[in-house]
């Protein structure tokens, strides 16, 4: 099976009331250990990848070891470009193979975001790229992307109908209150379940997406901290939120900063627990190993896209 674009999985997703993971990669054992966790639990993947990862890891690298998952695991796998700036950029992804691409003009007027992300829907889908587009800002620094509280704000539900129309994205991430990086919340976390309800009504059947929906599982902070590292006060979304989100209208759910810390939290144990070790694969083995177990878990308790396949 070739990459897949978005649209039939995410279709499904909204059918069946789960979402599809989408993880951020950036270098080979972390794609190993998600494609891993996939095969098993037989589920869809999108792969997604910043631009800060595609600056580090070179895309044509990163597509050549998707390529590879595609061809060991047979599953429905989509290549997606996250947060995509600009036009330029989502072309240059589109160009490398990308079967997805995210073109966040959200910073932006709500004209010039209807007139940007409307251009990159055109190129993508003479080429068959499925395109999701940002209404609302999130808050909150992850890679490239650094938007302040000040900055931030919730969709508005009234605005969702006219730009789906307009532009003709294939799915649309909404601000409800989650935010990018690992230190998400100061007080209770809480998510507008109201504007996705409403979102939802105004745009029955149509894929939403959350970003910044990272949960920041305690145990990998409190491992962290152990052995040397600094995260006091990391916090994530709540996983019982990200369930509800899914069983709702929400049918791709972006994780990054989860990843990190399990891959971080591994490392640090291992150099804690082996002060000997200079091979990376002695180490690098069981962060692969690590990822796949937080993907599985995702998979199963937070998405509900286990089976699917």
Do not use: W
């Amino acid at each position: 099976m070739p990459l897949v674009n978005t649209k039939e999985m995410l279709l499904k997703a909204y059918q069946g009331g789960y979402a599809v993971g989408a993880f951020n990669v950036n270098n080979m054992e972390i794609i190993q250990g998600v494609v891993a966790a996939g095969i098993e639990e037989k589920s869809p993947l999108i792969l997604q990848v910043s631009s800060g990862a595609r600056k580090y890891a070179n895309p044509l690298y990163l597509k050549s070891l998707v390529d590879c998952a595609v061809k060991e695991s047979g599953l429905p796998i989509a290549l997606h470009l996250d947060h995509g700036d600009s036009y330029e950029l989502c072309v240059s992804a589109i160009n490398d193979g990308f079967t997805s691409v995210m073109i966040d003009a959200s910073h932006h007027s709500f004209e010039e975001n209807i007139k940007v992300t409307k251009k990159v829907v055109e190129y993508a889908h003479a080429r068959n790229v499925t395109v999701e587009a940002e209404l609302g800002r999130l808050a909150g620094i992850e890679d490239d992307v650094n938007v302040s509280e000040k900055d931030s704000a919730y969709t508005d539900p009234s605005q969702v109908e006219e730009f789906v129309q307009r532009t003709g994205v294939d799915s649309l991430a909404i601000a409800i209150g989650t935010s990018h990086g690992a230190f998400k919340f100061k007080g209770e976390p809480k998510l507008r379940f109201d504007i996705l309800e409403e979102v939802s009504k105004r745009l029955p059947e149509f894929p939403i997406v959350l970003h910044g929906a990272s949960s920041v599982l305690q145990e990998y902070v409190q491992t962290i901290q152990k052995y040397g590292g600094s995260m006091e006060g990391a916090r994530g979304i709540p996983e019982d939120m990200l369930r509800k989100a899914a069983s709702m209208a929400v049918c791709k759910i972006n994780i990054d900063s989860d990843l990190r810390m399990a891959f971080t939290a591994s490392i640090r144990k291992h150099f804690n627990d082996n002060p000997s070790h200079f091979d990376p694969r002695q180490y690098l083995s069981p962060a692969r190993e690590s990822i796949k177990q937080l993907v599985k878990h995702k998979i199963i308790s937070v998405l509900g896209c286990n089976n699917k396949v």
